[in-house]
């Protein structure tokens, strides 16, 4: 399977989803008006990809800010694999949020309380 | 405006502390300009990271909510229709805050749906509010314009303050809201 390749824009994250060691990474930011063109192919991908996933799947990310389009549009990509959790794959999701940010850090809780999928914060100096 | 306004325009904008100001249509490219001239402002002036981030993350839900939700002004027969729905836009700072201010033209029925809204969400407590976002963001479905009406909810819960706001009526089916969004200067 290929792998998705995806460069950053100004609102736009850069997408590295890697199909052979099952690492999935967003990193920058993610403020389009409207975030659904956007995800489409990062949906595709993860159906081809759920198709022959690795033991483990691994997703990361490291955004700098998002909006609450993005926010909704990640949820849905969340769920998806929450779905297919442990059927042929072990997800879990590494959040990474600067120090001080503390807004980033609540996010990332949002999607703890909400998902059944382990999400892990981890602080780091800069992302 | 003539040469002499013009400077006193100048002055004006200095002494109210206007970081920018926008008067005109609202697209995806010019919340990109916005967003760019008010971070590379927010880089000079603002020492603490996390303030200079609330501002950019509140000024982007702000932007993108009237692009998504602007009506049209009811004297605008005659305009194009992107004249007809202009906004006014203006990002300022005191020596404590910074604030996001906003005005648009509302029909009677979205404002209608709208203020209870705004009032709810003043009320709310910050658990209040997370809460709310968890639950929203769980349950409504993404629309085609690519919104799931966390955006208010979001503004309040980043600003940490509550949403002001001024409506005048324009006539019975028609008004222009302002919005006013609070930032505290952390230390």
């Not at chain 1, 008006?33 to 033991?55: A, M, R, T, V």
């Not at chain 2, 839900?61 to 729905?85: F, G, I």
């Amino acid at each position: 399977m290929q792998d998705l390749i995806i460069e950053a824009t100004i609102k736009t994250p850069e997408v590295r989803f890697i199909a052979s060691n099952g690492l999935l990474t967003l990193r920058g930011r993610s403020i389009p008006e409207n975030s659904i063109d956007f995800f489409k192919p990062l949906h595709d991908w993860i159906d081809g990809y759920f198709l022959n996933p690795q033991e483990k799947t691994c997703v990361e990310i490291k955004l700098e800010y998002f909006n609450t389009s993005s926010s909704k549009s990640m949820l849905d990509l969340f769920k998806k694999m929450e779905a297919l959790n442990g059927v042929q794959t072990k997800i879990e999701i590494n959040w990474f949020y600067e120090e001080d940010d503390e807004d980033m850090l609540e996010a990332g809780e949002d999607y703890q309380a909400i998902l059944n999928i382990p999400v892990s914060m981890i602080a780091v100096d800069e992302l | 405006m003539s040469n002499n306004q013009l400077y006193d325009f100048f002055r004006k904008l200095d002494q109210d502390g206007v970081m920018l100001s926008y008067k005109g249509f609202v697209s995806p490219e010019l919340i990109s300009c916005i967003l760019k001239i008010v971070e590379d402002k927010l880089n000079h002036s603002e020492e603490n990271p996390r303030t200079r981030k609330k501002v950019y993350n509140v000024l982007v839900e702000s932007l993108q909510n009237l692009y998504h939700h602007v009506d049209e002004d009811p004297n605008a027969k005659d305009m194009n229709p992107e004249e007809s729905r202009s906004v006014v836009v203006a990002i300022v700072q005191s020596h404590d805050a910074y604030y996001i201010q906003t005005g648009n033209f509302i029909t009677r029925d979205h404002l209608s749906a709208l203020l209870p809204r705004i009032d709810t969400l003043n009320l709310m407590d910050d658990l209040q509010l997370k809460t709310l976002y968890q639950e929203r963001l769980s349950s409504a479905a993404i629309s085609e314009k690519g919104t799931a009406g966390l955006g208010l909810i979001d503004m309040v819960r980043k600003s940490g303050n509550k949403l002001e706001y001024w409506v005048s009526e324009i006539n019975p089916d028609c008004s222009f809201l302002c919005v006013q969004i609070k930032i505290s200067k952390e230390k």
